[in-house]
């Protein structure tokens, strides 16, 4: 499993934001669950508020991978979605035979049943 948290670098407000993403994918994901962050709208140079070294050093708190992209220019949002993939790949043949993803046990919090709440009804369709 994998996210891409991405900030808009010309909002400050988002990057604040970041800490707390990152704490709920903690708490509601799987312990493996690859994560990247990138700062979005890097075609906005000139009205950044959030500086690539910002990013950087949170990504590196944090222990992520870190880019810089723009989706309306395209920059770098190949290499975003492939560097998660090469990351959710390598955790997956690190340890295939634990990992949720693959076998499909419930993130943290979810609890499955076999009992069903639906009514039933005489449709056979």
Sequence with gaps: MGFILMYDIT???SFNAVQDWVTQIKT???DNAQVVLVGNKCDL?????????????LAQQLGLEFFEASAKED???KNVFERL???ICEKMSDNPDNNPSVTGAAPKGAQLSD???AQHSNCQC
Excluded: K, P
């Excluded at 140079?45 to 050093?57: C, K, L, T």
């Design 75 to 77: 920059i770098n949002v």
């Design 45 to 57: 140079a000139e009205e950044r508020a959030v500086s690539v070294d910002w990013g950087r050093r």
């Design 115 to 117: 009992h069903s709440d």
């Design 11 to 13: 909002n400050e407000e």
């Design 28 to 30: 509601y994901s799987w």
């Design 85 to 87: 993939v090469d990351l």
